[in-house]
């Protein structure tokens, strides 16, 4: 072959590599796009411990320790009922405002709640605690239900999964800067409660100050607003010039496939028989992601701590590797979530949960035949909390966004975002109950949900990776939708020719 002839073929060989290359790595602009959209909202809550002190100064009198616990659980449960608030408000402010836009307003409860509770230390009044924890909770409801929406609307279809992700990182990593944050070195002092507690205002802060630089969802450009230079320039701005085509022609196609429909509301979602078993799979997923037993996991890893011998000074420091071990887990499923699919992920976490639970409620019963037990407990808490992270942690949201097409969405979030919290705040009332009745046998009742969330996947979702809005859609409605791979060629032809 003429040297001419090589060097031609390698230059082909190295702009198809540059193409390739551009389709496997996210454009510089949407990563910190997504970045921005993330950080808000995700810093943790703190432990609170100066209720009975202020009780004492201000009435000079002790506290009744019924009523100490009545006021805990009304500053934990209040934190659910606002979260359930900012969840059913979240999807029709993203209608109204703009994906971007109720990110950018939601720091206005964020904002609230740091200013309310920094605040009630230096004036006694612990009272502040419940309202900045009630404003907290939207502010989170709110978060989780948009961010998602955001993120899967601005990435494109390869990459989708991935940057579903950043929510649930984000999340776990702020939860690990509070675990940190918190420790006696840190801000985990008496006198340093005040700033801790304020200290939630700087992502909302940040969010404010970065997030404005980037655009709009493209999708809601387009499609909700009209608005085809907007989403062009938004295309461009988090693609690049090279790849925005393919999508835009993806969003062109499913503008046309909702022609003259308007975003439904949540109860409009149930008598739409299209969306039938996308409906009842984010209810069945998100009820499971509170059932599963994540919670009681928590709930005796302190307990499965203490039993291993470990000094009490160095239990605060495994419990900081919990959160790092969710946070890694997150990441991890960030990786792979592209290689393997969903489905994989999502099954595959809850098949090695299922197996926890075995384990974990062999090492609970057998404690104290040997000195290894323990640790063979602890080993479970840090294996259920990874499993957790690599499936249903993270690809619940994703699945919620990929299911639904633009006009039911945000209705969809709203659903699932209720789902969710009423979920936390049933699993929180009744989990005292549930482990006194059954103690360590509480395991199994979380083992036949995680197996019967598995035996539902397996049978009724498909795999989303790599496949547009549409074609998910169709491939629900499809009679034929375990032969996936007949759909995938003609489902986009099929919706658009329809019309």
Partial sequence: MSKERVDEYQTLLDKDFKVARRKRLPNRSLLLAAGAACIGGTYPLYEFKFINQTWIERYHTTISEDFLTLLWSIIVSIFTLGGLIGASIGGTLSVKLGRKGTLLANNAFSLTAALLMGLSWPTGLFELLIVGRFFSGINAGIAICVQPLYLGEIAPTALRGAMGMGTSIFITGGILTGQVMGLREFLGREEYWPILLATTCIPAIVQLIVLPFFPESPRYLLIDKGDSEGCKKALKQLHGVGVCDTEREDIEKEKLNAAGVQAKKP?????????????????????????????????????????????????????????????????????????????????????????????????????????????????????????????????????????????????????????????????????????????????????????????????????????????????????????????????????????
């Fill in 267 to 499: 109860w409009e979602l149930f008598t739409d028989h299209s969306v039938r078993w996308q409906l009842l799979t984010i209810f069945l997923l998100n009820t499971a992601q509170q059932l599963n037993g994540i919670n009681a996991i928590y709930f005796y890893a302190d307990y499965i701590f203490r039993q291993s011998g470990l000094p009490e000074d160095k239990i605060r420091y495994v419990t900081v590797g919990t959160g790092a071990c969710e946070c890694l887990s997150a990441l991890t499923c960030g990786m792979l979530i592209e290689c393997l699919g969903r489905k994989v992920l999502i099954m595959g976490g809850y098949s090695l949960m299922s197996i926890c639970c075995i384990l974990f409620t062999l090492s609970l019963t057998f404690q104290e035949v040997s000195p290894v037990v323990p640790y063979l407990s602890m080993a479970c808490v840090f294996a259920f909390i990874l499993s957790f992270g690599l499936g249903p942690g993270g690809v619940t949201n994703i699945l919620t966004t990929e299911l639904f097409t633009q006009a039911s969405r945000p209705a969809a979030y709203m659903i699932a975002g209720s789902v969710n919290w009423c979920s936390f705040f049933f699993i929180g009332l009744l989990f005292p109950f549930i482990v006194r009745g059954l103690q360590q046998y509480c395991f199994l009742v979380f083992l036949v949900v995680c197996v019967a969330v598995v035996t539902y996947i397996f049978l009724v979702v498909p795999e989303t990776k790599n496949k547009t809005f549409l074609e998910i859609q169709l491939e629900f409605q499809s009679s034929k939708n375990k032969k996936a791979n007949c759909v995938d060629g003609a489902g986009t032809t099929l919706l658009t020719t329809s019309i």
